[in-house]
């Protein structure tokens, strides 16, 4: 039988969509020893994740926890538990992930409206209210920040919109949360979900999620079951909530490491940690001028935390983002859809976010760029 060594990954500075890179403690909290998932002690630590999140939020809703899953289980318990076949759903599709949630209303059974804008630019409010006038929507979901294109699209007015349309309003903010602001219920959102491996710089596996009073109701009072038994919130709701009803085994250590990740986010505070996030954006641009680079998301409305950098013409960008990685350990992300082969996503998120680290991304670019 063949013999295997023990995995040894090689050291890399995380710049791309994500991951990003852990803070170390967050590492070292996951090396702590296990605990059943109903110890109290284990349990305590989930009210403190709890606190943590709605904090992180911006909420007050008792319904916020972590899903045990990835970003996209995230997307899928708020689809499941809101829709129901025969349900008009309002989605606004700039990017893939638009283009994924429209994809999960559909298997859920919905009547899907898409409101569209050319990728790399916003969702227009008006596009939004004409959509909703010519149809009775259950649900209006929004990518915030759009990862594949870098384009943050303003929430309040197209919230106020759903609701006065009679619909609840879905947020997408896996790439948004812990980097810029999020504001769930000062914005009046009412079904959220997001992922640990981005701002929150924490190992992917988790996805924060958090429902309003509202959209609770609409998943208590379905005419039809859930139709996910794993993320039944009506199921989870049991397990996160007070009687701590077995439904599955939580990812333990996972858990720890959500819980030290958001620990050090309270610590550098919420709007000092948007400010890092937004300064080591704008040293990137002021950067990237010197190459004459730019970024391609629509100009006002361009994500700090995922930069879509503009490639030159007659530039391999494979090539360019191979020679990062093999020669100076930094990953990149590539373009998606109709900006494949047009743009390098370079993410600057939670841990990844340093001025040191902008300057070393620089440095590689220019050497491989000018060709020295």
Same mark, same amino acid.
């Given at each position: 039988m063949q013999a295997f060594d023990t995995f040894n990954p090689p050291t890399r500075l995380l710049m791309g969509p994500g991951p990003s890179n852990a803070a170390p403690t967050v590492l070292t909290a996951m090396a702590n020893p296990l605990l059943g998932h109903l110890d109290p002690s284990f349990i305590q630590m989930m009210e403190e994740i709890k606190s943590m999140l709605r904090s992180v939020f911006q909420t007050k809703n008792e319904m916020t926890f972590p899903v045990s899953g990835t970003g996209s289980a995230g997307?899928?318990?708020?689809?499941?538990?809101?829709?129901?076949?025969?349900?008009?759903?309002? $989605? %606004? $599709?700039?990017?893939?992930?638009?283009?994924?949630?429209?994809?999960?209303?559909?298997? %859920?059974?919905?009547?899907? $409206?898409?409101?569209?804008?050319?990728?790399?630019?916003?969702?227009?409010?008006?596009?939004?209210?004409?959509?909703?006038?010519?149809?009775?929507?259950?649900?209006?979901?929004?990518?915030?920040?759009?990862?594949?294109?870098?384009?943050?699209?303003?929430?309040?007015? $197209?919230? #106020?919109?759903?609701?006065?349309?009679?619909?609840?309003?879905?947020?997408?903010?896996?790439?948004?949360?812990?980097?810029?602001?999020?504001?769930?219920?000062?914005?009046?959102?009412?079904?959220?979900?997001?992922?640990? #491996?981005? %701002?929150?710089? %924490?190992?992917?596996?988790?996805?924060?999620?958090?429902?309003?009073?509202?959209?609770?109701?609409?998943? #208590?009072?379905?005419?039809?079951?859930? #139709?996910?038994?794993?993320?039944?919130?009506?199921?989870?709701?049991?397990?996160?909530?007070?009687?701590?009803?077995?439904?599955?085994?939580?990812?333990?250590?996972?858990?720890y490491a959500l819980h030290e990740a958001l620990r050090l986010i309270l610590e550098e505070g919420l709007q000092a940690r948007w400010e890092r996030h937004h300064q080591n954006h704008l040293r990137l641009v002021e950067g990237l001028k010197s190459l004459d680079l730019g970024i391609a998301s629509q100009e006002g409305h361009q994500l700090w935390q995922l930069n879509a950098v503009t490639v030159p013409e007659g530039v391999d960008e494979a090539t360019v983002r191979q020679r990062l990685l093999a020669d100076y350990q930094i990953e990149v992300g590539a373009g998606l859809g109709p900006m494949k082969g047009k743009i390098w996503r370079v993410g600057l998120m939670g841990e990844s976010s340093q001025a040191k680290y902008v300057d070393r991304f620089l440095e590689a670019m220019t050497t491989i760029l000018k060709g020295s």
């Open positions: 997307m899928e318990f708020c689809f499941v538990n809101l829709i129901e076949p025969g349900d008009e759903v309002v $989605i %606004c $599709i700039n990017g893939v992930f638009g283009m994924r949630m429209a994809d999960l209303a559909e298997r %859920c059974g919905a009547k899907v $409206i898409k409101v569209e804008a050319p990728w790399g630019e916003i969702i227009r409010p008006e596009q939004v209210k004409e959509a909703v006038a010519g149809c009775s929507p259950k649900l209006v979901a929004l990518v915030h920040a759009e990862t594949s294109t870098g384009a943050l699209t303003p929430v309040e007015t $197209i919230s #106020q919109i759903a609701h006065e349309a009679g619909a609840l309003m879905l947020l997408d903010t896996v790439t948004s949360l812990g980097g810029c602001e999020v504001n769930i219920d000062g914005w009046n959102i009412d079904a959220v979900y997001s992922g640990t #491996q981005k %701002c929150l710089s %924490c190992p992917p596996g988790l996805a924060p999620v958090s429902l309003s009073p509202k959209a609770l109701e609409t998943a #208590q009072n379905r005419k039809t079951k859930v #139709q996910s038994w794993y993320l039944d919130v009506n199921m989870l709701s049991g397990y996160w909530g007070s009687e701590r009803v077995y439904h599955h085994t939580a990812p333990i250590s996972m858990n």
